[in-house]
């Protein structure tokens, strides 16, 4: 085996055996040329709980290479304890790999449940930890003919609980896992997302991949392929607009930003401030306001 | 006339099947077990042709086979034999050598279903709208406003209160269960319903308003249908031809008044004579 002679430590290079890395790598291709199909693969036992994010971290183990430049954020924060944890993992099992907190520095992010603000860029790839993959199993219990629905693009029932919703609260209400059609046949959950974060697959320069240990399922939107979040022709879909009762945008209480997805904190005293929910991005905004363009050289 | 609808030859067996099962099997032997193999042979040889607008009844007892043959119709089972064409307009489909998605296809935008009972045809956990939405949205229909104003004008045809669109059907009484149910199996205003059992367990008057709103559906859309009953009175109100079965097989066809007023086959004559 090639990797072997990257080994340092008594683990293979990524913890992962190679075997293991060439299946996921298998399925990875697979999920590619079949944009939006759940490709399952047999998710190893890895040294953390299912549920951790154990099927993302197969593929950042199974992608990483020894110059690669790896980013984990979880909920859009480098810092949140199981980002710190998966980073640490990393740089533990995989030697000679660089960790950044930096969305433009990075080759590789790992997320959960957030895409970062900063547009990424095709020499990127995003992973993304998912819970459930299969939109279809609020409306299906039985795998078997959920595949059947899903090889007929029959996605009717899904549609019927979007009508519910509007008939009962006059929008569609699903705030999270927004199920998307990827390339006009497969939808899929997106991972638990916010909506905010939805159209940035749509024509993605980046690949972005999904795994899901526990479900063992991979899937993938490849750069520049249609993902359209279903909704009616004449309700359609739109982000959250974090608009105050005044109707004006709210701003992040730390950087000021207007145009980015917001966190909301809820203080002892009851009082509420927003801040951006990407770390990085906030940390940039604030850069950029006090150093202004051209003061930075 | 334009044909709608060619069934030729159709067949049902449960079980392995063996050389003897049909000869074994059927009215004449007094049962549908063949006794060599075990097998049951639900239909066996059941042709028939029905043409558009036209309102076919197929009566016999329970066991006989009857709903069998609009299941295989629907695609609901899969027959053992035989073959049924459906002249959609200009176009021709061979039924059974379709594959999955084609089935699929026809089942949501040109047949409907109207199931004796209302759990197979409704999803109680939707509200009724919902059900009427979900076949429209089935048939291709995106547009929110337009599937609500169906939904309403359907609902409205089939006599169920408004005010109701957005409540469960499990909340319903029988018989508006059953509305909802036929104004779901219009939604898409299909050429060819099948009707199985709908008015039985339902009481009288409001079995006497379901038939009307059928009858009046038909002379609106001019819709095929296909109505399995063991009620005669049912036959009689609604279809213009009728077939009979016993144990799988289809013993007696003709027009309606003749096989009521005259019945050749001894079987259908104690039937009639029971019934009246």
């Not at chain 1, 020499?123 to 939109?135: A, E, K, M, T």
Request: proline share 5%; aromatic share 8%; with cysteine.
């Amino acid at each position: 085996m090639n990797a072997m002679t990257h080994t340092t430590n008594a683990y293979n290079f990524g913890f992962l055996d190679e075997y293991a890395k060439k299946e996921v790598r298998r399925a990875v291709l697979k999920a590619i040329a079949i944009p939006g199909y759940q490709v399952p693969y047999a998710s190893r036992e890895m040294p953390m709980g299912r549920g951790f994010g154990t099927g993302g971290l197969q593929l950042t183990l199974s992608l990483i290479g020894p110059n690669e430049v790896v980013k984990v954020i979880d909920q859009g924060s480098d810092d949140s304890v199981n980002a710190v944890n998966l980073r640490q993992f990393i740089e533990m099992t995989c030697p000679g790999v660089s960790t950044t907190t930096k969305t433009a520095e990075c080759t590789l992010v790992q997320s959960r449940h957030r895409i970062p603000e900063l547009a990424l860029t095709a020499s990127q790839i995003i992973v993304l930890q998912v819970p459930y993959p299969d939109p279809l199993v609020v409306v299906e219990p039985s795998e078997d003919k959920r595949k059947t629905m899903h090889g007929e693009a029959d996605y009717s029932r899904l549609l019927v609980k979007l009508y519910e919703d509007i008939v009962k609260f006059d929008e569609i209400t699903i705030s999270h896992r927004y199920p998307t059609r990827i390339n006009g046949h497969y939808v899929i959950d997106p991972s638990p997302i916010p909506r905010w974060d939805v159209p940035k697959l749509n024509d993605s320069a980046a690949l972005v991949l999904f795994g899901a240990g526990r479900e063992k399922k991979i899937y993938a939107v490849p750069p520049h392929t249609r993902a359209e979040p279903l909704a009616f022709s004449d309700v359609p879909f739109r982000v959250e607009d974090f608009r105050d009762a005044a109707g004006r945008r709210r701003a992040c209480a730390r950087c000021g930003c207007t145009d980015s997805f917001l966190d909301e904190f809820v203080a002892d005293s009851g009082s509420k401030t927003w801040q951006c929910s990407d770390s990085d991005w906030c940390d940039e905004q604030l850069l950029r306001t006090e150093h202004p363009q051209g003061e930075l050289a | 006339m334009n044909k709608i609808l060619e069934v030729r030859g159709l067949s049902k067996i449960y079980g392995p099947g063996c050389p003897q099962c049909l000869e074994s099997t059927g009215p004449e032997v007094d049962t549908n077990l063949c006794p060599h193999c075990g097998s049951v042979v639900a239909i066996h040889d059941v042709s028939f042709d029905l043409f558009e607008g036209e309102i076919l009844g197929v009566m016999g007892e329970s066991g006989s086979g009857k709903s069998t043959v609009v299941k295989a119709l629907y695609f609901d089972q899969a027959p053992s034999g035989g073959e049924a064409i459906f002249y959609d307009s200009d176009r021709q489909h061979d039924l059974f050598s379709l594959n999955a998605a084609q089935q699929r296809w026809l089942r949501n935008h040109r047949f409907g279903m109207v199931y004796q009972n209302p759990n197979l045809g409704l999803n109680f956990n939707i509200s009724a709208g919902g059900n009427i939405a979900e076949r429209l949205l089935m048939s291709d229909l995106m547009d929110y406003g337009a599937i609500r104003e169906r939904a309403k004008a359907l609902l409205a045809r089939t006599e169920v209160l408004l005010s109701r669109v957005d409540d469960l059907p499990k909340n319903f009484s029988g018989g508006m269960q059953q509305r909802v149910q036929i104004a779901k199996a219009l939604a898409t205003r299909p050429p060819l319903l099948f009707l199985d059992e709908v008015t039985t367990g339902l009481d009288l008057s409001v079995q006497a308003r379901i038939l009307d709103l059928i009858l009046e559906i038909q002379q609106e859309l001019k819709t095929a249908m296909v109505v399995v009953t063991h009620d005669l009175g049912v036959i009689r109100l609604l279809a213009g031809r009728a077939i009979v079965m016993k144990y799988g097989r289809v013993i007696e066809t003709g027009l309606t008044d003749q096989i009521l007023e005259d019945p050749q086959h001894a079987y259908t004559q104690r039937l009639v004579a029971s019934a009246l």
